[in-house]
T-cell receptor, first 114, second 114 residues
Framework: AQSVAQPEDQVNVAEGNPLTVKCTYS??????LFWYVQYPNRGLQFLLKYITGDNLVKGSYGFEAEFNKSQTSFHLKKPSALVSDSALYFC????????????FGAGTRLFVKA | EAQVTQNPRYLITVTGKKLTVTCSQNMNHEYMSWYRQDPGLGLRQIYYSMNVEVTDKGDVPEGYKVSRKEKRNFPLILESPSPNQTSLYFCASSLRGGDNNEQFFGPGTRLTVL
């Protein structure tokens, strides 16, 4: 069965410092992996995805993520955090066999302090 | 503007009173899905649809029904709501496959069942 783990409920980082939000997954076969962000009182917005190809994926707002097959991880990163990056971040894995079954992690709240 | 719309945005109801939450997308997407978001649990998929008249259960389908009679609409039906269905609900849509398979989310419906 597919599963996604986000081991940190909350990540705190100072503005200007690099940030990492962790995600590990379990899936049979090759995964489709996604990161979404949720700002207060808003729906989720797509940030980036890994389907195939380069292990380093670049996305919106300066975010990137590194796919590591041996560690089954897909950590979200940004070289220099902004206060406006403070939000709830979700990692998700999607069925890669032609279906649409999608599993989300529990979410990680990012606080960026000025 | 490309978007997913949900109605109502807020709903307070009583146990056992049937309700429907509507979802509509204007992007001609094949895939649509319903999720519920609960603190500490992330998003959990309720039902999804891969095309008109094609629906399947997600991880938490009990107590919910869906239908997909038109490509653009995917209503969520609670025939006899119970307090444990109090939650924040999101509808999402996606293209079928290829590289453009990220999900677009609606603004959410906050449901309270008394």
């Amino acid at each position: 069965a597919q599963s996604v783990a986000q081991p940190e409920d909350q990540v705190n980082v100072a503005e200007g410092n690099p940030l990492t939000v962790k995600c590990t997954y379990s899936v049979s076969g090759n995964p489709y992996l996604f990161w979404y962000v949720q700002y207060p009182n808003r729906g989720l917005q797509f940030l980036l995805k890994y389907i195939t190809g380069d292990n380093l994926v670049k996305g919106s707002y300066g975010f990137e993520a590194e796919f590591n097959k041996s560690q089954t991880s897909f950590h979200l990163k940004k070289p220099s955090a902004l206060v406006s990056d403070s939000a709830l971040y979700f990692c998700a894995v999607r069925d890669n066999t032609g279906g649409f079954k999608t599993i989300f992690g529990a979410g990680t709240r990012l606080f960026v302090k000025a | 503007e490309a978007q997913v719309t949900q109605n109502p945005r807020y709903l307070i109801t009583v146990t056992g009173k049937k309700l429907t939450v509507t979802c509509s997308q204007n992007m001609n997407h094949e895939y649509m899905s319903w999720y519920r978001q609960d603190p500490g649990l992330g998003l959990r998929q309720i039902y999804y649809s891969m095309n008109v008249e094609v629906t399947d259960k997600g991880d938490v389908p009990e107590g919910y029904k869906v239908s997909r009679k038109e490509k653009r609409n995917f209503p969520l039906i609670l025939e006899s709501p119970s307090p444990n269905q109090t939650s924040l609900y999101f509808c999402a849509s996606s293209l079928r496959g290829g590289d453009n398979n990220e999900q677009f989310f609606g603004p959410g419906t906050r449901l309270t069942v008394l």
